[in-house]
């Protein structure tokens, strides 16, 4: 059964950084682009990057964008979020996304907090 599980959230100041793992399954990831995407508290869910598969192009939301670096291990089925320069506004919960699979992770808390 393909699944996508997210881990590395958690609570972290202004300023500070975290790094996100998604764990593919299931399925050939390196054949498939992986996205991530978030969702702060009462907003709707709103896409923050995306690695293609085998070109290895990256995207970014504006607003991440410079300070968040998404990347993928496709050896270990991984792909990664590293979040530097976090702000409040960066609180939300995060997910990963396979768009051609349909697949969705469970998602993992992020809290950016004094």
């Known amino acids: 059964q393909a699944q996508l599980v997210e881990s590395g959230g958690g609570l972290v100041q202004p300023g500070g950084s975290l790094r996100l793992s998604c764990a593919a399954s299931?399925?050939?990831?390196?054949?498939?682009?992986i996205t991530w995407y978030r969702q702060p508290p009462t907003k709707e869910r709103e896409w923050v990057a995306t690695?293609?598969?085998?070109?290895?192009?990256?995207a970014y939301a504006d607003l991440v964008k410079g300070r968040f670096t998404i990347s993928r291990s496709d050896a270990n089925n991984t792909a990664y979020l590293q979040m530097n320069n976090l702000i409040s506004e960066d609180t939300a919960v995060y997910y990963c996304?396979?768009?051609?699979?349909?697949?969705w992770g469970q998602g993992t808390q992020v809290t950016v907090s004094s």
């Open positions: 996304y396979a768009p051609s699979r349909g697949l």
């Open positions: 299931g399925y050939p990831f390196s054949s498939y682009d």
């Open positions: 690695f293609t598969s085998r070109g290895g192009r990256t």
